[in-house]
């Protein structure tokens, strides 16, 4: 036998998945808003932890940057 286990972030996105098919009416507003502004929930999904470190880090190194040169 088989089990099929699936990771944490496979079980978040598998019931986002079922909630939008469930109700697509009622998530129309939040659909129109996501493609204006972006997910920041898929954002970090598709980078995972190492992405999203870098992404922290380079923004820290940015601000400190510009604090550096321009102020």
Known sequence: MQENKETPEQKRDRLR???LKGNPTGNLNDVF????????V??????????????I???????IIYSVFFR
């Open 57 to 63: 880090l380079v923004l820290i190194l940015g601000t």
């Open 33 to 40: 808003n996501r493609a204006n502004n972006g997910s920041l």
């Open 42 to 55: 898929d954002l970090v999904n598709s980078l995972g932890w190492k992405g999203t470190g870098i992404l």
């Open 17 to 19: 998945q079922q909630e």
